[in-house]
Nanobody, 125 residues
Framework: VQLQASGGGLVQTGGSLRLSCAASGRTFSSYAVGWFRQAPGKEREFVAAINWNGGWTYYSDSVKGRFACSRDNAKNTVYLQMNSLKPEDTAVYYC???????????????????WGQGTQVTVSS
């Protein structure tokens, strides 16, 4: 399975970006997907996750109410809509997926089996 995260860029405080995570190598539609981020000098942290059909999403407290995770299984793509961005959201954002179908969306990084290469998000103050 190969994951490709895209959509990052430079945005001002209060702005919005939409990240995409496209999968190849297998059908994406049966698998939970998570979003994580890593800021310079910090450990990678959980951001959001979505279950296989989009019926259940889960967010970190730091992004709840500002970010929204969705998916279009027909396009084999998961999205992370990021609104009201803050400088502290600056990081490399990664998407990841699991090896088993129809699982819950996980917070723990160790439960994800496949990772994309990351896309840089920079929020200027």
């Amino acid at each position: 399975v190969q994951l490709q995260a895209s959509g990052g860029g430079l945005v001002q405080t209060g702005g919005s970006l939409r990240l995409s995570c496209a999968a190849s190598g297998r059908t994406f539609s049966s698998y939970a997907v998570g979003w994580f981020r890593q800021a310079p000098g910090k450990e990678r942290e959980f951001v959001a996750a979505i279950n296989w059909n989009g019926g259940w999403t889960y967010y970190s407290d730091s992004v709840k109410g500002r970010f929204a995770c969705s998916r279009d299984n027909a396009k084999n793509t998961v999205y992370l809509q990021m609104n009201s961005l803050k400088p502290e959201d600056t990081a490399v954002y990664y998407c990841a997926t699991v090896n088993y179908a129809y699982t819950d969306p996980y917070r723990a990084q160790s439960l994800y089996d496949y990772w994309g290469q990351g896309t840089q998000v920079t929020v200027s103050s």
